[in-house]
């Protein structure tokens, strides 16, 4: 492999960004992801009349919305996919109704569907938020902390998990002009406005490290060059350049973005353990490349990945089985990927609803055919993913 793929905007910035510049009442965004979770916000975000909003399946825009259609005070009902009726949100509505606003679940409690009913805005003590089942419920607040009387203090509890994520909020609200500070344990906003700015998205690292796996796959001295990555980067995912040497890709800045290099096949490790807490959705890319190249990695930080798209962890065991590897729960909370006897061999690949499912085996198409279900699945974050990979020269029917 030898050229230059091009990358979706981050989805993360962009549906930040949107809800950030509906808030302040200006700005110009450029570079806007054309993932669908980001088209999906934007539409939503355009139609203030709406009584039912249907965030599909976008965990962001679900989660977002529900803040920012909150403390609003619009009456309409909030809903998503089945799996996003299967994905909780309990937190995040407690710590609204402590801010005031009325919700109701419509089934499940704790989970979409909701019914928001308005808002009466009260000046809050510190509220506690639970960090360890989705750092989206804490962006959501702290978007809509300058709304709140008094400003807005969370205390976090629990192992807080996907922290650059939050992170990435308090960068990204800071550039809109507002008074934050995200702290190991407690987030603090101040009620200053938002004021409009314009920003630039960068590319999507997640997103990236598809390019990585396929790199590490492919025949020796294949390097690719991937424009818009920044050095300065508010994604956590760029840790895939640090996570990726171990498989054998080495990372080198060039003006426009990044050059991914194979590093010779005795540079790889053997085993090597790495932590996802911080960056759950580069775990399926991990584990797949990990199989390939024959590492055994001992992956920790998996919990939440349990309730994204689909069960990750179970996916991954059930598709991973039929290429000749293992995902297996060694205890103390490691899974342990291994391949006993790796074959790709016209492998069937399930996608479960999950975009990173079929963008984490495809680049399995560099050791044999492969079939991959359901490929439009690749909207949600990457929806040109296939169009690219015909462009750097696989052959998809
Ligand atoms: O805030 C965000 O943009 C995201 C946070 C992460 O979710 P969790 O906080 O639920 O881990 C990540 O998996 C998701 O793809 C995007
Ligand atoms: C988990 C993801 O997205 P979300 O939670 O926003 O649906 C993802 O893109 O991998």
Excluded at 21 to 35: K, M, Y
Excluded at 102 to 130: F, H, K
Excluded at 175 to 186: I, L, M, P
Excluded at 337 to 357: C, G, L, N, S
Aim: net charge negative.
């Amino acid at each position: 492999m030898r050229g230059t793929a091009t990358l979706p905007a981050s989805k993360s910035e962009s549906n930040r960004v949107l809800i950030l510049q509906a808030l302040a009442g200006g700005g110009t965004l450029e570079n806007l992801s054309d993932a669908n979770d980001t088209q999906l916000m934007r539409r939503l975000l355009a139609h203030p009349e709406a009584s039912v909003v249907d965030a599909e399946d976008a965990g962001t825009v679900m989660r977002f919305l529900t803040a920012y259609l909150a403390v609003t005070g619009r009456q309409v009902t909030l809903t998503g996919t089945a799996r996003m009726c299967e994905r909780p949100i309990g937190v995040l509505v407690d710590a609204l109704r402590q801010l005031g606003a009325v919700i109701d679940y419509v089934d499940r409690q704790g989970y979409p569907p909701l019914r928001l009913r308005g808002w009466e805005p009260t000046e809050s003590a510190p509220l506690q938020v639970r960090g360890d089942i989705s750092s989206q419920f804490i962006s959501a607040l702290m978007m809509i902390g300058p709304l709140v009387p008094g400003g807005l203090q969370l205390q976090l509890t629990g192992h807080v998990g996907s922290r650059p994520y939050i992170q990435m909020t308090a960068e990204l609200m800071r550039h809109f002009g507002a008074d934050v500070e995200a702290g190991e344990r407690t987030v603090r906003v101040g009620t200053r406005p938002y004021q409009p700015a314009d920003y630039h998205v960068e590319s999507d690292w997640s997103a990236a490290s598809y390019w990585y796996s396929m790199v590490a796959l492919a025949p020796s001295g294949s390097q690719v060059r991937l424009p818009g990555l920044r050095r300065q980067s508010l994604q956590g995912d760029q840790v895939v350049r640090h996570l990726m040497e171990s498989l054998g890709v080495r990372t080198e800045f060039v003006a426009d973005g990044v050059e991914l290099h194979q590093l010779a096949p005795e540079e790889r490790s053997s085993r090597v353990a790495m932590n996802f807490t911080d960056c759950p959705d580069l775990a399926q890319t991990i584990a797949v490349a990990a199989a390939a190249t024959g590492v055994v990695v001992d992956m920790t930080g998996l919990e939440s990945l349990r309730i994204k798209e689909t069960d990750r962890i179970a996916a991954l065991q059930t598709e991973l089985a039929k290429v000749g590897a293992t995902l297996t729960d060694i205890g103390d909370a490691v899974f342990q990927v291994k391949a006993a006897d790796f074959r790709v061999a016209d492998a069937r690949i399930a996608t479960y609803h999950d975009h990173r499912m079929a963008m984490a085996f495809a680049p399995l198409a560099l050791r044999g055919p492969l079939t991959i279900d359901r490929p439009a699945v690749v909207r949600k974050s990457y929806p040109f993913f296939w169009e690219e990979l015909r462009q750097a020269g696989f052959t998809l029917e």
